[in-house]
C-alpha cells in the first residue's frame, strides 16, 4: 500500500473514532479541489460543484465509519459519493418544483427552435443507429425503455458492470457524434 493511501486511511479511522478535526481539514485540503475539478470536467457549473463538493466532504465527517479500505481506496471512496451526490443534483434539476409548473396554455415555440430540435433529434437518432448493437440496445433499454442498469441486467443477463461499461461508451460516442 503506497503511504499517502496509509496516510488517508488513517485520517478517515481518526475522523470515525475520534471525529478529529485535524484529519478532516487534512482530508479536505486535499480532495475538496479535487472533487471539485471532477464534478466541473463532468459539466457541472462552478456553484453547483462547489455545492456538492461540500455535500461530499460533509459525507466524509458524517459517513466515515461506512469507509471500507479492503473495498476501495480513500479517493475512491470519495469520488464515488462525488459522482453519487452529481446524479441526485441532476435528478434534482429535471424533477419540477411544485412553483415551478407552469399553469395554463404555453406560448407557441420559436420556428427556429423547433428546427433546431428536430436536426438534432434526427442527429440523435443517426448516432445511436450506428453504434454497435451491443451498445444500441444497452441505450435503447436505459433510455427509451426506462429500465436502471440492474433491470437491464435482469432482463438481458449480462453482468452489471459489462452494462455500465456499455452505456458509458455508448454515451462518449454519442457525445463526439453530437459535438
Same mark, same amino acid.
Given at each position: 500500500?503506497?503511504? @499517502?493511501?496509509? %496516510?488517508?486511511? @488513517?485520517? /478517515?479511522?481518526?475522523?470515525?473514532?475520534?471525529?478529529?478535526?485535524?484529519?478532516?481539514?487534512?482530508?479536505?485540503?486535499? &480532495?475538496?479541489?479535487?472533487?471539485?475539478?471532477?464534478?466541473?470536467?463532468?459539466? *457541472?457549473?462552478?456553484? $453547483?460543484?462547489?455545492? *456538492?463538493?461540500?455535500?461530499?466532504?460533509?459525507?466524509?465527517?458524517?459517513?466515515?465509519?461506512?469507509?471500507?479500505?479492503?473495498?476501495?481506496?480513500?479517493?475512491?471512496?470519495? &469520488?464515488?459519493?462525488?459522482?453519487?451526490?452529481?446524479? #441526485?443534483? /441532476?435528478? =434534482?434539476?429535471?424533477?419540477?418544483?411544485?412553483?415551478?409548473? !407552469?399553469? !395554463?396554455?404555453?406560448?407557441? +415555440? #420559436?420556428?427556429? @427552435?423547433?428546427?433546431?430540435?428536430?436536426?438534432?433529434?434526427?442527429?440523435?437518432?443517426?448516432?445511436? =443507429?450506428? $453504434? +454497435?448493437? =451491443?451498445?444500441?440496445?444497452?441505450?435503447?433499454?436505459?433510455? &427509451? !425503455?426506462?429500465?436502471? %442498469?440492474?433491470? /437491464?441486467?435482469? =432482463? *438481458? !443477463?449480462? +453482468? $452489471?458492470? *459489462?452494462?455500465?461499461?456499455?452505456?458509458?461508451?455508448?454515451?462518449?460516442?454519442?457525445?463526439?457524434?453530437?459535438?
Amino acid at each position: 500500500m503506497e503511504p @499517502d493511501q496509509q %496516510h488517508w486511511i @488513517d485520517c /478517515i479511522r481518526r475522523i470515525r473514532d475520534d471525529k478529529d478535526q485535524s484529519a478532516f481539514i487534512d482530508l479536505f485540503r486535499h &480532495f475538496a479541489p479535487r472533487v471539485k475539478a471532477f464534478l466541473m470536467r463532468g459539466g *457541472t457549473d462552478a456553484a $453547483l460543484a462547489e455545492e *456538492t463538493t461540500q455535500e461530499v466532504m460533509a459525507t466524509l465527517w458524517n459517513k466515515a465509519h461506512l469507509f471500507d479500505p479492503t473495498r476501495a481506496s480513500v479517493a475512491t471512496w470519495i &469520488f464515488t459519493i462525488a459522482r453519487n451526490r452529481k446524479i #441526485d443534483a /441532476i435528478r =434534482k434539476q429535471r424533477r419540477p418544483e411544485p412553483e415551478d409548473i !407552469g399553469w !395554463g396554455p404555453e406560448a407557441e +415555440p #420559436d420556428q427556429e @427552435d423547433v428546427l433546431s430540435l428536430q436536426q438534432d433529434t434526427a442527429r440523435l437518432n443517426e448516432a445511436i =443507429k450506428s $453504434l +454497435p448493437d =451491443k451498445q444500441r440496445v444497452l441505450i435503447e433499454h436505459a433510455y &427509451f !425503455g426506462d429500465l436502471s %442498469h440492474s433491470e /437491464i441486467a435482469e =432482463k *438481458t !443477463g449480462l +453482468p $452489471l458492470g *459489462t452494462i455500465k461499461s456499455r452505456i458509458r461508451l455508448a454515451l462518449e460516442r454519442l457525445r463526439h457524434s453530437m459535438a
